[in-house]
């Protein structure tokens, strides 16, 4: 009655009796409550988020990278390295063909989210545009953002045609 939770666990004592033992876990679940909310917070920005840890394992892909790489939560949970990220989203297609061999590709990639490049990347995902950026956690992770720009993209091009063409020529 008082917001508090406990865990109970009964034991089985050899004589037959019983032992009860209760274990407070009010901040377990409160902290658990709290990453729920910010995971389904977070599944529903428009923004693309991955989370790594330190080891460039996944620890969160929001809704949007998951359905961009088509990954299930259970694949997630598995929390693959990023370098095996790279490698499907090539195998899909979500990443654009490398100039230089997948193997060049993919450490060129971990070694941009290892600097926490802050420099934002922009790239073409079949007919759109995405950019994307890191920055470090506390702990040493990594998060990373997806933004699809193509509608700026597409803004800038009708504004370049406007700016070339004159009333004469139209």
């Not at 330190?54 to 359905?67: A, W």
């Not at 979500?94 to 420099?119: M, Y």
Request: aromatic share 6%; charged share 30%.
């Amino acid at each position: 009655t008082d917001g508090n939770v406990l865990r109970f666990q009964c034991t089985v004592l050899p004589g037959g009796g019983r032992m009860l033992s209760y274990t407070p876990v009010t901040d377990i679940v409160r902290r658990s409550d709290e990453l729920e909310y910010l995971h389904a917070a977070l599944d529903n920005v428009s923004e693309g988020v991955m989370v790594l840890d330190s080891d460039l394992n996944v620890r969160y892909m929001n809704r949007i990278v998951r359905e961009l790489w088509r990954l299930s939560a259970a694949d997630v949970a598995r929390r693959p390295h990023y370098s095996d990220i790279i490698r499907i989203g090539r195998e899909i297609g979500v990443l654009p063909p490398p100039r230089e061999g997948d193997e060049a590709f993919i450490a060129r990639s971990i070694a941009l989210v290892q600097i926490d490049d802050p420099n934002p990347m922009d790239f073409r995902i079949k007919d759109r545009f995405i950019r994307g950026r890191c920055a470090p956690l506390a702990g040493g992770g990594h998060i990373l953002t997806f933004d699809d720009i193509s509608h700026l993209i597409e803004r800038a091009r009708q504004m370049q045609a406007l700016a070339t063409t004159d009333e004469l020529t139209r």
